[in-house]
Nanobody
Framework: QVQLVESGGGLVQPGGSLRLSCAAS????????MSWYRQALEKARELVAT????????IYADSVKGRFAISRDDPKSTVWLQMNSLKVEDTGVYYC?????????WGQGTQVTVSS
């Protein structure tokens, strides 16, 4: 059974940092590209970052380049999103995701609120 469990969200002031974690199970993590998405209130879900499998490339949304870093630990089946220099517009629910054979899998999400 596939499971993606996100954690690490919270309330932070502008300019602050948070580190999100996604613990994965139920599939071959090491051979799977993993992504973080986010969804702000009344907005569409958007891709934030993707990390490929086997040391492949990472990609970032233009809005987070230079501020966020995605990484993975295959033995621990975990993917992280380090978020620095947070802005109010980074507020939203952050979801861990992967796609396999045309099916998209999602975690339950973790809320990130950036506010003074």
């Amino acid at each position: 059974q596939v499971q993606l469990v996100e954690s690490g969200g919270g309330l932070v002031q502008p300019g602050g940092s948070l580190r999100l974690s996604c613990a994965a199970s139920g599939f071959t993590f090491s051979s799977t590209a993993m992504s973080w998405y986010r969804q702000a209130l009344e907005k569409a879900r958007e891709l934030v970052a993707t990390v490929s499998s086997a040391g492949g490339p990472t990609i970032y949304a233009d809005s987070v380049k230079g501020r966020f870093a995605i990484s993975r630990d295959d033995p621990k089946s975990t993917v992280w999103l380090q978020m620095n220099s947070l802005k109010v517009e980074d507020t939203g629910v952050y979801y861990c995701n992967f796609k396999k054979y045309g099916v998209s899998y999602w975690g339950q999400g973790t809320q990130v609120t950036v506010s003074s």
